[in-house]
């Protein structure tokens, strides 16, 4: 099968963004997928979660020394410095050195580009690679909207997310518009939810009327649970911390209609 792409993008944090794009990417995995996830984000949650506690301490490259050796021409294997990750994903991480990318990334010729150029050579090596994206709508985020075939959307349970999702729509259809063609929403997640809470099942309900008719709105629900927030602390997925817990199921059907989708 061809690479798919995704980018997991809210510019509202706590949404979930991190736990969906290591859960997603390991559920595939478990699945017989090849999956690259990348860390888009200079606060490097997705590596710390992936069990590498200090990514300012890392020694090989990352994803802000391949975006340099794009604007400055250099040779550097774009493989380099991927990280394997005993659940059968591979990851390119990210730290803070990717914040002081911002203004190198801004005066590069091909400034949205950058990424893409990066990963296009690696996607023969998998069947899907995913960016976990800072909540921003800055340039690196663009870049991965770029790069990607579509922008995967977690939204909260706990707020209504109108504000937030205007924005990011706004700024996938742009990208759609002015350089990425066929880039698509490859949906709406909602997660953390309580079902318990009488609020989310009201902010779910509001999400499908509101957005359904337009975007996909995935029928699975990401269940809120303690498992879930432990997980990362141990560098692991829910699948090996708490594999026949709810989050872990929910996580397993996502991935089922994700694949479907393709």
Known sequence: MPCRTIAVANQKGGTGKTATTLNLGTALARMGKRVLLVDADP?????????????????SPTLADHLNAMIEGTALDPREGTLSHDEGIDLMPANIELAGMEMPILMAMSREQLVNMWMSPLKAHYDFIIFDCAPTLGIIPVNAFVASDSVLVPVSAEYLPASAMTGLLKTVGRVRRQI??????????????????????????????????????????????????????????VFSYDGDGKVAHAFERFAEEVLDRG
């Open 43 to 59: 606060q490097g949650d997705l590596t710390k979660s992936l069990g590498w506690k200090d990514p300012d301490a890392l020694e």
């Open 180 to 237: 990425n063609p066929s880039l698509e929403v490859e949906g709406i997640l909602v997660t953390l939810s309580d079902s318990r809470n009488n609020l989310s099942h009201d902010i779910e309900q509001t999400i499908r009327e509101r957005y359904g008719s337009t975007y996909r709105v995935f029928d699975t629900v990401i269940p809120r649970a303690v498992s879930a927030a432990e997980a990362p602390a141990a560098g692991m997925s």
